[in-house]
């Protein structure tokens, strides 16, 4: 926010050494209209362009739907700080004979680090007979009902569905381990041959749509072999950051590089995957931004309580606030938070496409299937 306050800020050799109260009382003495103006250009897109677009290469068979954790935690998926939670209440009672409250109340408590406690977890059944990932299956899937309507899902499958033999989809990544995508798929009354894929040496037909699980699957009823293994905790990460060349490293760079992707469910917040988008972007050779990822508008609501509950904190200054022009500056936080945003997935060649509301998206892959502006 600072670099883009006013010049006289822009030119101090000390901003570093201000303090946050000194900096509001600089920012709280200029017209909030003319900070605005000053923010840098939006790098997201327009839905009619999107739509346009990401159409464009569907019929070329050149997308790819990206698929991350916020597509199939409304079939009762378990969140990952959840997942992580239920794992830790499970083994906390077996490998310290303790009561399920007593494990719970350790979590509520001390909260534990997502990177350590998914260490943990692995380290705990490394050494137990049980498997980590059967585990995880069973706690992933304890709340979920597969037959739950999604429109979001519903609009996913009908985009998996191609006028004539071929499917008109290049391929789908997806970062979760459940089977809820193949479940819908085989349940549809039409056919869609599909495969996925979550190891080496798993072969596509030509006819076959590749559903490829980077980071391992687990299907609720299949036995599980050695190929269901799951990249969980820090062990894995830094495996995949050393192996660039492992079978799952390579399909993201090849897709991120010679496709479009559209990013479903996803915040772009994993290392690895901005290390791969990174790596595909710089080989393109090219700064044009040819990926997409739907985002939700941050809710004026929100901000408004998180403002006033800053504006009444010691750090700032009773008198400026008092002076505060309050719309405007929500507008103007709102509007740098997008542009944040925005020029954060650019870096990696993905343009933001905003909604209001994560009810918008089916619509939007309607239009983008029917190519309708």
């Known amino acids: 926010m600072v670099d883009i306050i006013s010049e006289e800020i822009i030119i101090d050799k000390n901003l570093k050494k201000r303090s946050f109260k000194e900096l509001f009382e600089l920012f709280n003495e200029m017209e909030v209209s003319k900070i605005a103006a000053k923010l840098p250009k939006s790098n997201s897109i327009s839905k009619i362009t999107a739509i346009k677009n990401v159409n464009s290469a569907y019929q070329k068979e050149k997308l790819v739907l990206v698929l991350g954790a916020g597509v199939s935690i409304e079939f009762g998926i378990p969140s990952w700080n959840g997942l992580l939670q239920n794992l830790m209440v499970h083994t906390i009672e077996q490998e310290h004979n303790v009561s399920s409250i007593l494990s719970k109340l350790f979590n509520e408590i001390f909260v534990p680090n ?86 080496i ?13 980077v980071h ?38 090849n897709k991120f590089r010679e496709n479009t992707c559209l990013f479903i469910g996803s915040s772009l917040t994993d290392p690895n995957i901005r290390r791969l988008l990174d790596i595909a972007h710089k080989q393109k050779g090219n700064k044009r931004k040819h990926h997409y990822i739907f985002k939700k508008r941050i809710e004026i609501k929100f901000l408004r309580t998180k403002l006033e509950a800053a504006l009444t904190s010691e750090n700032l200054n009773s008198k400026n606030n008092a002076e505060l022009n309050f719309d405007e500056t929500l507008g103007l936080l709102k509007g740098i938070h997008e542009r944040f945003e925005e020029n954060d997935s650019a870096s990696f060649g993905v343009q933001t496409i905003w909604v209001d509301n994560y009810n918008e998206i089916p619509l939007i892959l309607k239009k983008m299937r029917e190519n309708v502006a």
């Not at 290049?170 to 979760?176: F, L, P």
């Not at 040496?201 to 699980?213: A, F």
């Open 114 to 199: 997502p990177l350590i406690a998914g260490r943990y977890l692995q380290d705990y059944f490394e050494n137990n007979e049980s498997s980590f990932e059967s585990m995880v299956r069973d706690v992933m899937y304890s709340t979920v009902d597969k037959n739950k309507p999604s429109e979001l899902i519903s609009e996913i499958v009908r985009i998996c569905v191609a006028p004539g033999k071929s499917p008109n989809l290049d391929s789908i990544i997806t970062y979760n381990f459940d089977d809820i995508l193949e479940y819908k798929l085989t349940a549809t009354e039409m056919e869609i041959p599909f495969r996925p894929i979550y190891g």
């Open 201 to 213: 040496g798993m072969d596509v037909k030509n006819e076959e749509l590749p559903i490829y699980h």
């Open 216 to 253: 391992g699957y687990l299907p609720e009823n299949n036995k599980l072999t050695d190929s269901n293994k799951i990249t969980f905790g820090e062990n894995n990460y830094h495996q995949q950051y050393s192996d660039i060349y492992s079978w799952n490293n390579i399909v993201q760079i």
